[in-house]
T-cell receptor, first 112, second 114 residues
Framework: ELKVEQNPLFLSMQEGKNYTIYCNYS?????LYWYRQDPGKSLESLFVLLSNGAVKQEGRLMASLDTKARLSTLHITAAVHDLSATYFC????????????FGKGTRLHILP | EAEVAQSPRYKITEKSQAVAFWCDPISGHATLYWYRQILGQGPELLVQ????????DSQLPKDRFSAERLKGVDSTLKIQPAELGDSAMYLC????????????FGPGTRLTVT
């Protein structure tokens, strides 16, 4: 059974600092997705990672995937208040291309 | 830009009443998903359709929940009777078949059962 763990679950940080959110998963997969959710809102797709070593960047966010370590990271560079949100990783099941399992989310609070 | 539509956005209902949610996926997306998200947790899949067929309803509480996608386009999720524990955000998502299988989410329906 695929299990997805994110850490930390809650992160409070100062503007201008760098930090990394980790997403570990328990079984083989080469598909990983990062989503952002603002309070009371739906999920917004940030990154789709489809192969080992994939790296994608958008603004101050960069995501990477290491399928051998079963690990993805979401790195935040020089954080700004607007990045405050909950970030979810979701991992594709190896025997079901169309199904993903979500982590519990990392609630990020950036202090001005 | 094409979006997934959901209605209503908010619903308050009393315990034991029936409630229904509607979802219209992005045009051309054959796969449609209904998720339930309890506050502070990640979304959990309730049911998945491929066109008009159910391909996964293993986590759907079938004694009170039902879902349909009769013409393979829009979909309805129903709860009857609603229980206090059903209070949650109900999210609909859709995806194209093949390649990345990236899921696009609608705005959700916030259900409160009193």
């Amino acid at each position: 059974e695929l299990k997805v763990e994110q850490n930390p679950l809650f992160l409070s940080m100062q503007e201008g600092k760098n930090y990394t959110i980790y997403c570990n998963y328990s079984t083989t997969s080469d598909r990983l997705y990062w989503y952002r959710q603002d309070p009371g809102k739906s999920l917004e797709s940030l990154f789709v990672l489809l192969s080992n070593g994939a790296v994608k960047q958008e603004g101050r966010l960069m995501a990477s995937l290491d399928t051998k370590a079963r690990l993805s990271t979401l790195h935040i560079t020089a954080a700004v208040h607007d990045l405050s949100a909950t970030y979810f990783c979701a991992v594709g099941m190896s025997n079901r291309d169309d199904k993903i399992i979500f982590g519990k989310g990392t609630r990020l609070h950036i202090l001005p | 830009e094409a979006e997934v539509a959901q209605s209503p956005r908010y619903k308050i209902t009393e315990k034991s009443q029936a409630v229904a949610f509607w979802c219209d996926p992005i045009s051309g997306h054959a796969t449609l998903y209904w998720y339930r998200q309890i506050l502070g947790q990640g979304p959990e899949l309730l049911v998945q359709f491929q066109d008009e067929s159910v391909v996964d309803d293993s986590q759907l509480p079938k004694d009170r929940f039902s879902a349909e996608r009769l013409k393979g386009v829009d979909s309805t999720l129903k709860i009857q009777p609603a229980e206090l524990g059903d209070s949650a955000m109900y999210l609909c998502a859709s995806s194209l078949t093949g390649h990345s299988y990236e899921q696009y989410f609608g705005p959700g329906t916030r259900l409160t059962v009193t």
